[in-house]
């Protein structure tokens, strides 16, 4: 069957070739979005170009909000975080959270391992303790084959760590797998890993086919499967975590003390413990903080995401990342979580705001750069659940619902302040911010 709305050869359009199409067959009005998809194109040519050659096909641009969240105070250290994320409240929530806790030691962070991973995955139907009799012959070769691409990354003190042989014909029959182990510094090192992963394939499957230990036939016929690197990095992990004596928590709205408080909070962190319903929204609150700065720094949030969350199911059962406790008079909120982050390399000098971001942040490395993002996931989480078990969510949100509501009226700056005025501690709702908006108009004698 076929379709005006399929295309052969739509990537060797011209960009306004593409638009062209794109708007002919997609949208009722052709002109106006034509002429909105261009006006996003950035008026410097040179940098349309550098944002072109990130992606295929690319149209436009898609703007985001680049917000900052100041006085992060990390180690002894203040910071303002760059944050690029869509929903309201995350950016006001994470520097609420931050002035809270500079007033009380600040945030603390460590990282507890570096260590990335990859696999080659082959099916072979030899005899295994053949191949484990020659493992460290197999692994001196696998080095040396990929030195030429291992030499650099040695220079800057990481590399290759181990290489292990994974037995898995337990699971399925003739299946094994080299496990890798990497230390990749300041860079994320997706293209580093994947490079030596597949050489160590190549070389593996020479080894095979040609060691005289194995049988000719069978043993020698090896079938590499993939390579690629893991995303799965339990142990590239990082702890960031706040304390303070109880009673220095303060007091909070809805008239709780400062115990009533912590023990409601730290019900509030089992409950995201036990449930995996609520530990999905609790993560999902860490991560409103963590996507924003990994993306303002050209990080790979879909890598950091897919990561975290095998790590919150690793017993089994989806749990919330973070834990509180509070004993013996300390009340005490940590949140431990694999990141696998990079500081050079990929996107992030590329961006053109990414580098900004990074500089931003005093051009951190790898392991600082994983404990400001911990500190403002954490924050996050801070915010939310504080608000949670006191206000509820929906006040703080309101008033940014209200904020956009307004936007998309028109409303100016002296309409928007009655409005708010008028709706100050009352339910939000679009209609009756239209109508109410209305009237301020009439009554102004402005024509709706
Ligand atoms: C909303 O984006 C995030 C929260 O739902 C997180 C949470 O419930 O902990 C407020």
Redesign the pocket.
């Given at each position: 069957m076929s379709s005006n709305k399929t295309i052969s050869g739509f990537s060797k359009l011209s960009k306004t070739g593409k638009i062209k199409w794109v708007v002919e067959n997609f949208f009722k009005d052709p002109e106006h979005v034509m002429h909105e998809l261009k006006s996003w194109w950035h008026h410097d040519k040179e940098q349309q170009r550098l944002l072109d050659g990130f992606s295929e096909n690319t149209i436009s641009n898609f703007p985001m909000p680049f917000g900052i969240a100041p006085n992060f105070l990390i180690n002894g250290k203040t910071y303002a975080v760059p944050m690029v994320i869509e929903?309201s409240s995350?950016v006001a929530a994470a520097s609420s959270a931050a002035k809270y806790w500079l007033d009380r030691g600040g945030f603390h962070a460590k990282v507890l391992g570096m260590k990335k991973l990859g696999q080659v995955h082959f099916s072979w139907r030899g005899k295994a303790e053949k191949l484990e009799s020659v493992f460290d012959e197999l692994k001196e070769e696998l080095r040396k084959d990929a030195a030429p691409i291992t030499a650099n990354m040695e220079k800057r003190g990481g590399g290759v760590l181990d290489i292990e042989l994974v037995n898995l014909t337990h699971l399925e029959p003739n299946l094994y797998q080299l496990k890798v182990s990497f230390d990749t510094r300041d860079s994320m090192g997706a293209n580093f890993i994947n490079s030596v992963l597949e050489e160590f394939a190549k070389t593996l499957d020479r080894f095979i086919s040609f060691h005289p230990i194995f049988d000719e036939n069978e043993e020698r016929d090896v079938n590499i499967i993939m390579s690629i690197l893991s995303n799965y990095t339990p142990e590239c992990l990082v702890r960031a975590w706040v304390e303070c004596p109880v009673a220095d928590l303060g007091t909070f709205s809805g008239g709780y003390t400062a115990q009533s408080l912590a023990e409601k909070f730290a019900k509030a962190v089992r409950i995201a413990r036990l449930d995996p319903h609520r530990a999905t929204?609790?993560n999902?609150?860490i991560f409103?903080g963590i996507d924003a700065v990994v993306l303002a720094t050209a990080n790979d949030f879909r890598a950091i995401e897919a990561c975290a969350h095998t790590y919150a199911a690793r017993d089994g059962q989806y749990r919330s990342l973070s834990q509180c406790t509070v004993e013996n008079g300390i009340f005490r909120f940590w949140l431990d979580i694999p990141l696998a982050l990079g500081t050079v390399g990929g996107l992030t000098k590329l961006h053109p705001i990414a580098k900004h971001s990074l500089e931003l942040l005093g051009h951190p490395s790898a392991e600082e750069l994983m404990e400001i993002i911990a500190c403002v996931g954490l924050a996050q989480?801070f915010a939310?659940?504080r608000?949670?078990v006191t206000t509820g969510?929906q006040q703080g949100h309101m008033k940014m619902h209200l904020a956009n509501i307004l936007n998309h009226l028109g409303a100016n700056e002296q309409e928007s302040e009655k409005v708010m005025q008028h709706f100050e501690g009352k339910v939000v709702s679009f209609t009756g911010v239209r109508e109410y908006l209305d009237a301020v108009r009439e009554g102004a004698g402005v024509k709706v």
């Open positions: 929903e995350v929204t609790h999902k609150g409103n989480n939310a659940v608000s949670l969510i």
